[in-house]
């Protein structure tokens, strides 16, 4: 079984291959930073695509709604949503320029900017962590330090794993004395108890194993003090920069669809279900109310898709403790937030101070 680190340094390295072998076909060197919000009417770009991290659901449900409500379409776009799987991970896909836009984890932004591989964040939807770590209610296990001595599913190599080590090291845990197994998507092994502990999206499992009569409990990073975030959108730096536009339009549409799901629950979980008919009405309930929490937590609370500035020095801090990380990722090269502030500005809404004045580069941007 392939670790984690090899793993992470696998699809980041042919990420970096993929890249190689564009840049010998006359690939343009990205311009200068902008300095300010875009202006103009039309994208550069008409047509483009999304790789989800995972099959539609409550989890893209801004992005579900901005193409199904039309919202897309208003500012001139002409949006394709991909899933995404094992196969069809987002960061080799958007990088490569297979797909325009991605989601994915935090993490993995300052993790590829490390290998010089050119992605920025351009919001931050999941200001917490979607992690969690699901225990049966009378297996004894309160904390991460009762993992000792105990069996516990790992998902190597993914977001899912830098929670685990995190959580392990805020607690001050021997992680050599747990037994660990590598998880599945089935969680089988948990529902019988040959598994004690088992990694979750807690916005889904918990809701499939309670329909299997589980009663189980959630252990969370965050309440140990390894606060981490999830769902990131983002794309190049060369994408951005050539079309300031189609990216404006594109964020703006989004955060409009999201701000129709956190206020629309009920009319959202019924245009989700229409979209992707495998998900019952039970299931998307649970998972859109736990989402909206992860949108709404810290900055969020006021401006969701904000990138807080303080939540990702964090975020940094964790993966550079933890060995992932092992240069300084400045975050005025890996945060875009200028295409986040202009549409809260449109909105007359005022976001956190700390990005009140964005700089990139010596340019500045006032946020107010």
Not at 153 to 164: L, S
Not at 204 to 213: K, W
Not at 242 to 257: C, D, M, S
């Amino acid at each position: 079984m392939m670790n984690g680190t090899m793993y992470r340094l696998l699809v980041i390295g042919l990420t970096v291959l993929v890249l190689m072998g564009s840049a010998g076909c006359g690939a343009a060197q990205p311009a200068p930073f902008a300095d300010s919000p875009v202006s103009g009417d039309q994208p550069e770009v008409h047509t483009i695509s999304m790789r989800l991290q995972w099959f539609p659901q409550y989890q893209f449900a801004g992005y579900i709604v901005a193409l199904v409500k039309g919202y897309y379409e208003e500012v001139g776009l002409n949006v394709t949503l991909l899933p995404g799987s094992p196969d069809f991970v987002p960061l080799p896909l958007v990088a490569s320029g297979a797909d325009t836009f991605g989601s994915t984890g935090a993490d993995t932004i300052f993790l590829a900017r490390e290998q010089h591989i050119p992605v920025v964040a351009l919001a931050t939807w999941f200001q917490t962590s979607p992690v969690g770590f699901m225990v049966h209610r009378d297996s004894g296990i309160t904390g991460p330090q009762d993992f000792e001595d105990r069996t516990v599913a790992v998902f190597y190599g993914d977001n899912v794993e830098t929670e685990y080590r995190a959580l392990l090291a805020a607690a001050n845990v021997d992680r050599s004395r747990i037994h660990e197994v590598p998880g599945t998507f089935n969680i089988e092994p948990f529902l019988s108890r040959r598994v004690d502990v088992w990694p979750v999206y807690i916005t889904d499992q918990p809701f499939l194993a309670r329909a299997q009569g589980a009663e189980v409990d959630l252990i969370l990073a965050r309440d140990y003090g390894a606060n981490l975030m999830g769902d990131v959108l983002f794309t190049t730096e060369d994408f951005v920069t050539r079309n300031p536009i189609t990216t404006q339009a594109f964020v703006h549409a989004t955060l409009r669809g999201w701000d129709f799901a956190i206020n629309n629950l009920e009319e959202t979980v019924a245009l989700i279900g229409a979209y992707n008919q495998e998900l019952s009405r039970e299931h998307l309930l649970f998972e859109g109310t736990e989402t909206i929490q992860l949108l709404q937590y810290g900055a969020g609370a006021t401006c969701p898709g904000w990138n807080d500035r303080a939540a990702w020095q964090a975020q940094h801090e964790v993966l550079t403790d933890l060995g992932l990380l092992t240069t300084r990722i400045p975050l005025e090269e890996a945060l875009r937030n200028e295409f986040v502030a202009s549409y809260y500005q449109e909105q007359g809404i005022e976001c956190p101070a700390e990005w009140a004045t964005y700089r990139r580069e010596e340019h500045i941007y006032a946020c107010r």
